[in-house]
């Protein structure tokens, strides 16, 4: 069945068919499918189908889904936190009681209240962009430091361990007859040069701090004011799950100190930005300092680079793979992409001494 004709089915499984004014594509999500759903009275949805080859119980997406937004909501403007400095998406109810529409091909969708006069970045420019994120993903994991991470459903086992990567890298290359390419080249000697690193965190993790994590802080996550100046809103939350603090505070400075993005005209632009890192650490220490150990104080450094070493074995594996996982507008972006990464891993590794020097000297008070 087409998709659009399912998303109209999923539309007036929660609105009458009369109200409903137009439903859109809407982002760029490289998973699932976006619509915006907009009534006549001129309210505003976001009507999402859940990737089934991607997450093979969206039930239970939902489930987690369910119970993250209704703890940021009950605590949204509690624990010192200004309600409109961080606005928490909700999931809606359809007629029936259910939060999810099933498609005869047994698709999930799911609609969720859309955050008006919002904007996305891809990438952040400047230090105040990353002081924001930074501030908000501290927003984000203290509101929900009280939720039991136990009580979530792993819905993607293994998701950010990356020696299950690795692993599946290894038996993915191995299978390979044909001669790499020279630009796979460098991501086959990439990988082998720093393999060695990638039980860091799962060797330390008695130490570091485990929470209810967003598992995908990448920029283009969070939701910005119309003057792209504050950030009010951290969406996307297929991949809340029980995970380690340094999971998240990872990949978003991964994504956050790279101001070309995941898809700039030239892998030789790519540069990790020492002054964003400071911005972002400022940012979230100022709410969320007390939730990190001395443990992962000491690790952020290397579980940044640990992220992006991982994102890029990711999009590495799906391009020998035949790009099952992430979707490509072009081909070949899925080894672009990995290029990419292992580009921005290698230039945080000539600047390791001078990051831990920032988190060495960061505090709340000189925030």
């Given amino acids: 069945m087409d998709p659009l004709n399912q998303s109209w089915q999923a539309a007036i499984h929660f609105f009458n068919k009369t109200e409903i004014k137009s439903l859109t594509h809407f982002g760029a999500g490289n998973i699932n499918d976006t619509w915006l759903l907009c009534l006549h009275n001129n309210s505003k949805f976001i009507l999402q189908r859940i990737n089934p080859d991607v997450f093979p119980r969206p039930d239970k997406i939902i489930d987690n889904m ?51 006069d919002s904007i ?26 009280d ?18 990567y690795l692993h599946l890298y290894d038996q993915v290359s191995r299978s390979l007859e044909q001669a ?95 002054e964003f890192f400071r911005s972002w650490f400022k940012g979230y220490l100022t709410v969320a300092d007390f939730l990190l150990t001395d443990k992962d104080r000491e690790l952020i450094v290397a579980a940044t680079f640990l992220m992006t070493f991982e994102l890029g074995i990711r999009f590495f594996t799906d391009h020998l793979s035949g790009n099952i996982y992430f979707k490509e507008r072009v081909p070949g972006q899925n080894l672009q992409r990995a290029l990419v990464q292992f580009q921005l891993a290698a230039s945080l590794a000539k600047q390791q001494k001078l990051l831990e020097e920032i988190v060495q000297q960061a505090h709340p008070e000189n925030t």
């Fill in 147 to 164: 939720l039991d991470p136990e009580s979530l459903y792993d819905t993607l086992p293994g998701f950010h361990i990356t020696p299950q």
């Fill in 66 to 116: 369910r119970l993250v937004t209704a703890h940021l909501s009950k605590n949204d403007g509690q624990k010192g936190i200004d309600k409109n400095k961080f606005q928490a998406i909700t999931l809606c109810q359809a007629h029936d009681g259910t939060h999810y529409f099933r498609a005869a091909d047994n698709s999930y969708f799911r609609l969720i209240t859309y955050i008006p």
């Fill in 120 to 145: 996305t970045l891809q990438a952040a420019k400047n230090n105040s962009h990353a002081f924001e994120l930074g501030k908000n993903l501290g927003t984000f994991h203290v509101l929900l430091q």
């Fill in 180 to 274: 790499a390419r020279p630009d796979e080249g460098l991501c086959y000697n990439f990988i082998e040069k720093y393999r060695t690193m990638v039980p860091l965190l799962e060797d330390n993790q008695n130490s570091l701090r485990k929470i209810v994590i967003h598992g995908d802080p990448k920029v283009a996550n969070f939701l910005f004011d119309q003057s792209a100046k504050s950030v009010i809103s951290l969406i996307d939350l297929d991949t809340v799950k029980p995970g380690l603090l340094l999971h998240d505070i990872g990949d978003a400075l991964r994504s956050c100190c790279n101001p070309d993005g995941e898809n700039p005209e030239k892998n030789s632009k790519v540069l990790f930005v020492a």
